[in-house]
């Protein structure tokens, strides 16, 4: 499925590979986090090969802890189908200034650019939430998904009898799944050094340009190897079914 707006170019992706993991070492001891591998592969390939099967063709790779790591596995792109780049962090910038440093890699189209926390494994389809970014007008889109609870809930009725026990239960809320869309204008709205998330948010928000575009399909950040588990166990799920065709 091509990502490309009717119309206009397509878009170019930023992908946040920086972090250190501290709470997945000892995999995370001489492998930045993106790269701890799943099933024999990085999480970020998974993120990459997501991206080029949707039509995108650059990524820019803001690096930081142990990049020679990911140049070393990804180089150019090609054997994955798309061209990267990469932006290093000679010292922190944060998720904020992380993207905005990647952004000098890419090219100046005036079309969107998608930016991806690097530990995210996910399915859903870009294009809608491409196009529902461009209909709404919004200079940024936040994908959110639904809240699982990590810890299970005890179902009591009023009378204090259990009527059930439920474990991870999506609750009626939605949380940040670190995947957005920018209209270029936001580029100079990121901080040089900090987290978008407390300034460049915040600013749209309350001028109303910031919308989310909602999805149920599977996504899970990897912070923890119990995350490393589930996205596992989809992956093979994902494999049987292509195998047995359904």
Sequence with gaps: MSTQI???PPPQVIILAGGKGERLRPYTDDHPKPMVPILDKPILE???RWFASQGVRRIAISCGYLADVIQD??????????????AIEADPLGRGGGIKLAWNELEDTGGPVIATNGDIVTAFPLAPMLQAHSQTGAKATVLVVPFKSVVGIVDIEDDGRVSGFRSEPVL???????????????RAM??????????????????????VYKTAAFWRAVDTVKDMSVVRDYLTGRLIDSFLGS
Excluded: C, M
Aim: no cysteine; glycine share 16%; hydrophobic share 30%.
């Design 46 to 48: 998974y993120q990459v």
């Design 6 to 8: 009717p119309g206009g």
């Design 73 to 86: 596995y990804f180089g150019d792109g090609r054997k994955f189908g798309v061209e990267i780049r990469y």
């Design 172 to 186: 009626p809320y939605w949380v940040n799944g670190g995947v957005y869309v920018f209209d270029p204008v936001v």
């Design 190 to 211: 990121l901080p040089d050094k900090g987290d978008h998330e407390e300034s460049t948010f915040p600013d749209l928000a309350r001028t109303g340009h910031l919308r």
